[in-house]
């Protein structure tokens, strides 16, 4: 029996990014365990996320999947974690940070009657009495090492700061697991959701973002401008709370302490001032670049590359240097 | 109709926390503690609930040392009708202030238990999920709309999720959590605060409350970020470019 078990939201034809990140924190703590991760799918494309599953280095990838698991609740999902890891128990399980996670997995812990860790960083040691784990606290200003003195621990994990597994041959063994009936609980009805569509990349996906302040001036002003400049380069689009307080951009697309949190190899920040609550969602980003008319903006602070100028001026020139040299 | 508002006292929003001494604890000598601005979205968002529906009854309800009075009466001077305050003098983790949490909703048996997604201080956001799993009752997170129906037996609310936005019906009781566009919380007023004084704050004792566990998790260490070296300020977008180019960017 592994130590550790990746759980995986399976919903979609693939696996995410933060997916293939989660099995980096289980092959993380694998390592400081000196165990092995287990991988369960939850969710209504289970099975047909398997065979990929089974190539990200875990012994096995088990698949849970029934009809009271076809659209998201938090109920539904933690009473099938805490069913499997009844008949399965592991040391420590861990799912990516997502809206998901951030609301059953607190649910699943209390179920356990078992201590989480929220959004982890690193993985410091995993012994069969203690686990110790690295997060942020204080809207990320400070790091904080947290002891789990429990033989079971629950932890979310923040998947830019976990390698993304390259799915390669097959090597897990998969096993179905039947899923027992009636769990879902009666109390919660999904109505509906609202989600742009786009041809961008996904904001937690993306090698490249393109983010926007209130200095754009809006959806008639700016904003089409720095939409250009995410098209030559291949961007997903981000935003700051005050856009999307605004009405400027959807929530999905608020990077920032109340929203995603990125690590993107080059975030390009225009007519953004670089809140604290912003900076905590982008600042371990591998190339931060500034655009912006104010040289005092604390976004320069945590920019490796900054231009102070009009964005109305700079950002068209940049695209159309951009697509001038094809790229 | 009894609404409960779980709420949390934590340092001021933007102050500057430091590390004391080796790192082992936080220098919290000279910081100004207020209620935890998404606990005060759901202090709100009850208070509008309140003065929309009439005959609600607002409670809230905290777990901590007696410092956290301060906050309820902050929460009364909003406008919230009586307090409770859970005696707690250490650093309970999040799983026994939801155990004392669950205990109080037993007693007071509310309709529907309104709390903030996350506490700026931790940022665990654990306690209001657990709460609802202790209780066995359905859940909404992430909070930007609440709408309860005529009879008060169920609640719709919009969730600002990873995709968009999702709506979803709870049957009542059950756990939602504010989140930052839900509402704009109102300032107390001087009258507001004058009969704060006057409200009640019961304080029960763990030992009243039935057993917590033992404290599983603890914060054993701070540290500050890795200092980044500074970065270069290029002088036009041509500079910039060249920047990319040299970086590997493009």
């Known amino acids: 029996m592994a130590d550790t078990l990746i759980i995986i939201q399976a919903m979609g034809n693939e696996l995410s990014k933060s997916n293939l990140a989660a099995a980096g924190f289980g092959r993380e703590a694998a390592a400081a365990s000196g165990g092995a991760f287990d991988i369960l799918l939850l969710g209504p494309s289970a099975s047909g996320l398997s065979a990929a599953a089974?190539?990200?280095?875990?012994?096995?990838?088990?698949?849970?999947?029934?009809?009271?698991?076809e659209v998201y609740t938090a109920e539904a999902f933690a009473a099938a974690a805490a069913a499997f890891l009844a008949d399965h128990p592991y040391r420590l399980v861990a799912a990516a940070t997502s809206s998901a996670t951030k609301e059953y997995f607190p649910r699943l812990a209390a179920l356990l009657d078992v201590p989480m860790a929220s959004d982890v960083l690193k993985v410091e040691s995993v012994d069969p009495?203690?686990?110790?784990?690295?997060?942020?606290?204080?809207?990320?200003?400070?790091?904080?090492?947290?002891?789990?003195e429990a033989p079971q621990a629950l932890a979310t994990c923040r998947s830019?700061?976990?390698?993304?597994?390259?799915?390669?041959?097959?090597?897990?063994?998969?096993?179905?697991?039947?899923?027992?009936?009636?769990?879902?609980?009666?109390?919660?009805?999904?109505?509906?959701?609202?989600?742009?569509?786009?041809?961008?990349?996904?904001?937690?996906?993306?090698?490249?973002?393109v983010s926007v302040g209130r200095g754009t001036r809006g959806p008639d002003e700016g904003i089409p401008l720095c939409e250009r400049l995410a098209d030559v380069l291949g961007a997903a689009l981000g935003a700051t709370r005050a856009v999307v307080d605004a009405g400027w951009l959807a929530n999905e697309f608020q990077i920032g302490q109340?929203?995603?949190?990125?690590?993107?190899?080059?975030?390009?920040?225009?007519?953004?001032?670089?809140?604290?609550?912003?900076?905590?969602?982008?600042?371990?980003?591998?190339?931060?670049?500034?655009?912006?008319?104010?040289?005092?903006?604390?976004?320069?602070e945590v920019a490796d590359l900054g231009l102070v100028a009009d964005l109305f001026d700079a950002v068209p020139e940049l695209t159309a240097a951009l697509e001038s040299r094809g790229g | 109709m009894k609404l409960l508002v779980t709420l949390k006292r934590t340092p001021q929003r933007d102050?500057?926390?430091?590390?004391?001494?080796?790192?082992?604890?936080?220098?919290?000598?000279?910081?100004?503690?207020?209620?935890?601005?998404?606990?005060?979205?759901?202090?709100?968002?009850?208070?509008?609930?309140?003065?929309?529906?009439?005959?609600?009854?607002?409670?809230?309800?905290?777990?901590?040392?007696?410092?956290?009075?301060?906050?309820?009466?902050?929460?009364?001077?909003?406008?919230?009708?009586?307090?409770?305050?859970?005696?707690?003098?250490?650093?309970?983790?999040?799983?026994?202030?939801?155990?004392?949490?669950?205990?109080?909703?037993?007693?007071?048996?509310?309709?529907?238990?309104?709390?903030?997604?996350?506490?700026?201080d931790d940022e665990c956001g654990q306690v209001p999920a657990m709460l609802a799993g202790l209780l066995g009752w359905p859940q909404a997170s992430q909070a930007s709309d609440i709408e309860l129906s005529e009879d008060a037996s169920e609640a719709t609310v919009v969730c600002?999720?990873?995709?968009?936005?999702?709506?979803?019906?709870?049957?009542?009781p059950a756990v939602i959590m504010a989140d930052l566009r839900l509402n704009e919380p109102r300032?107390?007023?001087?009258?507001?605060?004058?009969?704060?004084?006057?409200?009640?704050?019961?304080?029960?004792?763990?030992?009243?409350?039935?057993?917590?566990?033992?404290?599983?998790?603890?914060?054993?260490?701070f540290r500050a970020l890795e200092d980044k070296p500074p970065g270069i300020k290029v002088g036009s977008v041509e500079e910039l470019v060249q920047a990319f180019e040299e970086k590997k960017l493009i």
């Open chain 1, 129 to 148: 009495q203690k686990v110790i784990l690295t997060r942020a606290v204080f809207v990320g200003n400070l790091l904080a090492t947290v002891e789990l």
């Open chain 2, 15 to 120: 102050a500057r926390i430091r590390i004391s001494g080796e790192g082992a604890a936080l220098d919290l000598d000279n910081v100004q503690f207020e209620v935890n601005p998404f606990d005060e979205l759901a202090v709100e968002e009850a208070l509008r609930i309140k003065e929309a529906r009439g005959e609600v009854e607002v409670v809230v309800v905290s777990v901590g040392a007696e410092e956290c009075e301060q906050q309820l009466v902050s929460a009364m001077a909003m406008g919230a009708d009586r307090a409770v305050r859970v005696h707690h003098e250490g650093q309970p983790d999040s799983l026994q202030v939801a155990k004392a949490l669950a205990a109080v909703v037993e007693r007071e048996e509310p309709d529907l238990v309104l709390s903030g997604k996350l506490a700026v």
């Open chain 1, 160 to 209: 830019s700061e976990f390698e993304p597994q390259t799915p390669g041959g097959e090597t897990s063994t998969v096993e179905p697991v039947e899923m027992p009936a009636g769990l879902a609980s009666s109390g919660k009805t999904f109505v509906g959701i609202e989600a742009a569509s786009s041809d961008r990349p996904d904001l937690k996906e993306a090698d490249i973002i």
């Open chain 2, 160 to 172: 600002e999720v990873d995709a968009g936005l999702e709506t979803v019906s709870l049957a009542l």
């Open chain 1, 54 to 69: 089974a190539g990200l280095g875990g012994g096995t990838v088990f698949t849970m999947s029934s009809t009271e698991l």
């Open chain 1, 258 to 300: 109340t929203g995603k949190i990125v690590a993107p190899e080059v975030y390009v920040a225009i007519g953004l001032s670089g809140s604290i609550q912003h900076l905590a969602g982008m600042r371990t980003s591998k190339t931060i670049v500034a655009i912006n008319k104010d040289p005092e903006a604390p976004i320069f």
């Open chain 2, 187 to 221: 300032y107390a007023s001087l009258p507001g605060i004058m009969k704060a004084k006057k409200k009640p704050i019961a304080t029960l004792g763990i030992e009243e409350l039935g057993a917590l566990g033992s404290t599983r998790s603890r914060v054993t260490g």
